[in-house]
């Protein structure tokens, strides 16, 4: 899955309802967590997934095709 908002209706917070409503499906079924990988120069998404809650469990050195490091990040969802 790839999270966007086309640029002109950027800051709208349709992000964060988007990213709100696929948390809300995936807390209806029997999922532990939710992971996803960010650009660390993605400064927009990577505020995003702070405020919304997920952490970065682990560095990924040179993880995008031009070199950029990135950050796997993830989010307890609390079912078993
Ligand atoms: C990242 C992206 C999905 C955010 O969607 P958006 O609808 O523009 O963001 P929202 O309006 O929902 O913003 C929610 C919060 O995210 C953070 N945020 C959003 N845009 C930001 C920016 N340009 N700079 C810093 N923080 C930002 C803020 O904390 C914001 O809350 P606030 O407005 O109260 O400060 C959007 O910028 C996008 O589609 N980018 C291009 C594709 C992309 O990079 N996808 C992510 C791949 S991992």
Redesign the pocket.
């Known amino acids: 899955m ?6 002109q ?11 709100q409503h696929l948390e809300q499906r995936a807390f209806q079924r029997p999922c532990q967590f939710i992971r ?4 660390q120069d ?8 702070q ?1 919304m809650g997920y952490q970065e469990v682990k560095f990924l050195e040179s993880y995008y095709e031009d070199s950029e490091d990135g950050w796997r990040m993830q989010k307890m969802l609390g079912n078993s």
């Open positions: 790839w999270l966007a908002i086309a640029p209706a950027q800051g709208r917070k349709l992000g964060q309802q988007l990213l996803l990988e960010v650009r993605n400064e927009a998404a990577l505020t995003l997934y405020r």
